[in-house]
């Protein structure tokens, strides 16, 4: 006897493999995804999420395997397809026509027939009613251009709705939002389940997974290692069940012992190659031995403070290390000037600043501090000592395989991180810039980055961190400086704000935040 109707999976995936060359991406994979219900699916980088929600999108066709979607053997060879079964896929980097409207985008690839008048009419229409519905407001006429990140990703999502999908996959959703963004897209995604809506969530944010989710997934090495009811199970478990063995989720680290001021800025301004000021008198100082967070949206002068204090980029103000003033525009103010005035860099983009791609480890892990004298014999460079050196950092480092032989891009992202991690911090730098330390880094190596910035904090160096995780920001930072618009909103110490009122200065607030800055004495 057939079963209920109401019983059949949404998705029902059956067998699924999918091989790139000698990489088996995807091994024999099985998954219920029940109607009415947010999914979510975890794993490591490289463990397959992706490549399983992109066949189920009909962005690659599997080597073996089912698809059976409420109940029905379905064959998705493409995109199409996938909407036409009612499928539709939200991206991490939004694929919207920025000069075109919001209604224009929602119907681009959707029209009914050769005029646009009509489709137009119908899609404002169903629009106004969506948004009413699942709480996505946005102006129908606005550019896409001119949206904030947050309603740039309802269009998205109104996309899917307007095709008329009841299955939606949501990659990464909020990784570009603030905390204040992300608690609305949950209220959304609330409302889509209540109305019957299938959600598919990919994410590497434990916390997300155990705050919106009814059941999860994990993949490991391309395989499904578990399916398991979110509310019988705990971050610690999901994490292990990732890896494969226990991880240690909060930083384990002493207060800090500030000492004198290492890094001082003082009205540091910075006009980019458009002629937009993106640095806009910025000021702050980092201590001998403690770690200053910089919160905010990614794009609001974060990168631009990295390039100018690592060298990268011209400014004016005032930079000082250990009182000596260093040039910020001319000669001696490029990257190799700051690595001999005690500067580390860890850049924000490890595989376009960090890393060449196409070189060896071991030329990578010597790269800006080449005129060591250790690796140096008269004129010519001492390659065996920069390859000894590599084969030592990297077994310190823990990068797999401990290859220095490998090109750089023959290493997960993680342990490409490593490489540059252990270039920079090996040189016993005074002050240590890093950019987002872990973006796209799998939740093992998380755990040691985290382990090797507090040690470096702990021998008394200076250390600014740029990240856009708020989890991090609040767990690594001794003190917390957020920026919006290029400017320093307000400071706060971690034990005394949380996540909300940090949202709230990220997104330009600070009415609401007065009286709590001044109680705290701090601002």
Known sequence: MAAPEQTRPAIELKGISKAFGPVQAN?????????????????????????????????????????????THTEIPDSQAAIKAGIGM?????????????????????????????????ARGVLKHLAEEYELSVDPDAKIEDLSVGHQQRVEILKALYREADILILDEPTGVLTPAEADHLFRILE???????????????????????DTVSVMRRGEMTATVKTAETTPEQLAELMVGRKVLLRVDKVPAQPGRPVLEVENLRHVDESGVERLKGVSLDVRAGEILGIAGVSGNGQSELLEVLGG???????????????????????????RHG?????PEDRQHEGLIMPFYAWENVGFGYHDDPRFNRGLLMDNAALQADATD???????RPPNPWLPASSFSGGNQQKIVLAREIERDPEVL????????????????????????????????LVSVELDEILSLSDRIAVMFDGTIMGERLPDETDQTELGMLMAGMTGATQSRSQGAGHA
């Open 27 to 71: 091994k024999d994979i099985s998954i219920r995804v029940m109607p009415g219900t947010i999914h979510g699916i975890i794993g490591e980088n490289g463990a397959g999420k992706s490549t399983l929600m992109s066949i189920l999108y009909g962005f690659y066709k599997a080597d073996a395997g089912e698809i059976f979607i409420n109940g």
């Open 90 to 122: 939200v991206f991490q980097h939004f694929k919207l026509v920025q000069n075109f409207t919001v209604l224009e985008n929602v119907i681009l690839g959707a029209e009914d027939g050769g005029l646009l008048k009509p489709s137009l009419a119908k």
């Open 191 to 213: 409302g889509l389940k209540r109305e019957g809506k299938t959600i598919i969530l990919i994410t590497h944010k434990l916390r997300e997974i155990m705050e919106i989710t």
């Open 312 to 338: 990268y980029a011209d400014a004016t103000g005032t930079v000082r290390v250990n009182g000596q003033e260093i040039p910020l525009s001319g000669p001696g103010s490029d990257g190799r000037a700051r």
């Open 342 to 346: 005690g500067i580390a860099h860890v």
């Open 393 to 399: 950092k990297m077994k310190r480092y823990d990068v």
């Open 433 to 464: 810039l890093v950019g987002q330390p872990t973006r796209g880094v799998d939740i093992g190596a998380i755990e040691f980055i985290h382990q090797e910035i507090v040690r470096l904090r702990d021998s008394g160096k200076a250390i600014l």
